[in-house]
């Protein structure tokens, strides 16, 4: 079992910046593959980004693309998500998930099979 426990959202004017982190405990942190993904109020869950276990690979939503950046601290069991550039149009609740079955990252959700509780993120314009 994996537990992820999501912290740092809040609320914050366009153009700032958050980071959000994710952190694991339970099984070896370091063999996952790891993923971010939203979802806004009466929106499905979307994926945001996710990275290799070793951080040698990563992928994002083209909406995302240059203002985020995804991470992982193996030696701290946390992932991260550097958020800058804010637009109104990413409020929504991040949620990162764990994917213990492939070190490659994916972009679907179900390929995940773990998820933390969601952390609140709302830009104001």
């Known amino acids: 079992q994996v537990q992820l426990v999501e912290s740092g959202g809040g609320l914050v004017q366009v153009g700032g910046s958050l980071r959000l982190s994710c952190a694991a405990s339970?099984?070896?942190?370091?063999?996952?593959?790891m993923g971010w993904f939203r979802q806004a109020p009466g929106q499905e869950r979307e994926f945001v980004a996710a990275?290799?276990?070793?951080?040698?690979?990563?992928s994002y939503a083209d909406s995302v693309k240059g203002r985020f950046t995804i991470s992982t601290d193996n030696a701290k069991n946390t992932a991260y998500l550097q958020m800058n550039s804010l637009k109104p149009e990413d409020t929504a609740v991040y949620y990162c998930?764990?994917?213990?079955?492939?070190?490659?990252?994916?972009?679907?959700?179900?390929?995940?099979?773990?998820w933390g509780q969601g952390t609140q993120v709302t830009v104001s314009s």
């Open positions: 998930a764990a994917r213990p079955r492939s070190v490659v990252p994916s972009t679907y959700g179900y390929e995940y099979d773990y």
């Open positions: 339970g099984r070896t942190f370091s063999r996952y593959a």
């Open positions: 990275v290799s276990w070793s951080g040698a690979i990563t």
